[in-house]
């Protein structure tokens, strides 16, 4: 293999998140990691999606971009079924984070300003997770969501990119990492602030086996720890597990 190739990362980043984004050092082949984001604005606004390229392979322009997919029908005040999907063309690995805050304004007219407290689980929104490990798990399930030590969920096994299901194969995709996020019905606030749930997903690419290890690794601020045989990541986990 050649010498990788850095990309100039994209300027803008997702708002309210603080994900550890250090850019992977050079090895014989480079590290392609993307990031996207899927803002939803409780209370009648729209998704926004952001997405923020990385190193790239200078013999193979591999793609690796991920996909965020819900239901979130009128009146924009419920949020379901959150998994994420590989959009590129090699198999890669995701995580992902989760915000909620409150705003006023418009994300589409430039104007949203995000308000300085925070909404309360329980009395301001509802929220169920979907399929994420137990803090307290003894091992870690290659069918969940693990949450790292950096407060990051993991998806432990690779996938394969969207275009390789043929012959009507469902593609494949993640457990649902939320399983239903809703708003509560508030008339005490008078300052037209609305609920923003915001799910920010980063893939790498699964080839080389170390490249996720060294884009996410402690010492990059991640929370893999190791890359099994057959693929599966070992994680960090709040819960020790790893």
């Not at 915001?198 to 080389?208: F, L, S, W």
């Not at 690794?217 to 057959?230: E, F, I, K, N, S």
Request: charged letters at 20%.
């Amino acid at each position: 293999m050649g010498r990788g190739m850095h990309a100039k990362p994209a300027d803008r980043r997702a708002a309210a998140f603080d994900l550890p984004h250090k850019r992977p050092g050079r090895k014989r082949a480079a590290v392609v990691a993307a990031c996207l984001a899927a803002m939803l604005c409780c209370g009648g606004a729209l998704a926004w999606f952001h997405a923020e390229s990385g190193l790239f392979n200078m013999f193979k322009a591999a793609n690796v971009t991920p996909g965020v997919n819900e239901t979130f029908d009128s009146p924009h005040t419920v949020k379901e079924n959150v998994y994420a999907t590989n959009k590129g063309n090699v198999k890669a690995y995701l995580r992902a984070s989760v915000s909620v805050r409150w705003e006023t304004g418009s994300q589409a007219g430039g104007s949203a300003v995000v308000l300085g407290d925070v909404p309360e689980l329980g009395k301001d929104y509802a929220m169920q997770r979907g399929a994420v490990a137990s803090p307290d798990a003894t091992a870690q399930p290659a069918d969940s969501w693990i949450q790292g030590t950096d407060g990051l969920y993991y998806w432990p096994k690779p996938l394969a990119p969207e275009s390789d299901a043929t012959g009507g194969v469902a593609p494949e995709r993640t457990a649902n990492l939320i399983a239903k996020c809703e708003a509560s019905p508030n008339t005490s606030h008078t300052d037209g602030r609305h609920l923003v749930v915001e799910i920010d997903v980063q893939a790498v690419q699964a080839d080389p086996v170390d490249a996720v290890s060294e884009a996410w690794g402690p010492d990059r601020g991640g929370a893999v720890t190791g890359v099994a045989t057959d693929g599966t990541l070992t994680v960090s986990s709040k819960g020790g597990a790893a």
